[in-house]
Nanobody, 121 residues
Framework: QVQLEESGGGLVQPGGSLRLSCAASGSIFVVNAMGWYRQAPGQERELVAQVNSGGGISYADSVKGRFTISRDSYAQNTVYLQMNNLKPEDTAVYYC??????????????WGQGTQVTVSS
């Protein structure tokens, strides 16, 4: 069993900031990548930002220059998403995602329960 515990969502005014956190625990052998996805009402889930085991980082075009993903220096199974200059179109449920292995052969593809981010005046 693998658990992803998310925190940090909430209501913020346009131009404001929020920081999301995700801590993974349980039967994790290897982490290939951790990241954040989001899903707005009536839309498909989309990748927001991801960091892989080699330190490579990717962002959705819509958040480049505003969002920053990082991994905890000490707890490598913890990731953060710093969101600055938030816009109403960033409103969505944000999901933490982990891809890796639970042993040498068993693929791990795990999702958090989601945290609501609402950007509104």
């Amino acid at each position: 069993q693998v658990q992803l515990e998310e925190s940090g969502g909430g209501l913020v005014q346009p131009g404001g900031s929020l920081r999301l956190s995700c801590a993974a625990s349980g039967s994790i052998f290897v982490v290939n990548a951790m990241g954040w996805y989001r899903q707005a009402p009536g839309q498909e889930r989309e990748l927001v930002a991801q960091v892989n085991s080699g330190g490579g980082i990717s962002y959705a075009d819509s958040v480049k220059g505003r969002f920053t993903i990082s991994r905890d220096s000490y707890a490598q199974n913890t990731v953060y998403l710093q969101m600055n200059n938030l816009k109403p179109e960033d409103t969505a449920v944000y999901y933490c995602h982990l891809r890796g292995y639970t042993d040498y052969v068993t693929v791990l593809d795990s999702w958090g329960q989601g945290t609501q981010v609402t950007v509104s005046s």
